[in-house]
């Protein structure tokens, strides 16, 4: 086998990712915390599920995967404010049998938000997205009449 045909199947494995996984994913946040759950926390790479075949360098998958994360979180953090806290809206109306109320309580216990930003991005893009979602969250806590953040859930 010659070398290039691990590095084909390599960019066919992240084109399908891209077109089965991330494509059917309506809203940027939600390919945020899509990508953020391939993370491992304990090694920093990058798994996917479907990238299992021993031809392949999970290495480089995890390199591509990564990414394509920071990518789409550059991406984010340049949006405006009026365009994150649409999508976001988006996402939340995509999940079913959710309370709107719990959810948003949830988020500002629990911070998952923070979880979502790539290892490799510090400093001010960073703090931007925190700063950013945490207004959107307190836009969100008006509008679905969250009084405050539940300490006893």
């Known amino acids: 086998m010659t070398r290039a045909a691990p ?7 992240i084109q ?13 946040y ?12 304990d090694t920093g790479r990058y798994e996917h599920y479907a990238v299992s075949d021993t031809s392949v360098d999970l290495l480089s998958v995890s390199r ?3 990414r394509i994360h920071e990518s789409i979180f550059t991406e984010w953090v340049n949006h405006s404010l009026e365009r994150k806290m649409a999508d976001i809206e988006r996402y939340i109306a995509g999940i079913d049998q959710c309370d709107r109320t719990e959810l948003i309580d949830a988020w500002l216990r629990l911070t ?6 790539p290892g490799a991005i510090q ?22 009449g ?8």
């Open 64 to 66: 591509s995967l990564k």
């Open 112 to 117: 998952p938000y923070k979880n979502l930003v």
């Open 30 to 41: 939600g390919r945020l915390v899509y990508l953020a759950g391939l993370c491992n926390p």
């Open 146 to 153: 969250v009084a405050s953040p539940n300490s006893a859930a």
């Open 16 to 28: 399908d990712f891209w077109r089965r996984d991330l494509a059917q994913i309506e809203t940027s």
């Open 123 to 144: 400093g001010p893009e960073r703090q931007k997205h925190i700063s950013d979602f945490e207004a959107i969250l307190g836009l969100l806590k008006n509008v679905y």
């Open 7 to 13: 590095e084909r199947r390599q960019h066919h494995l």
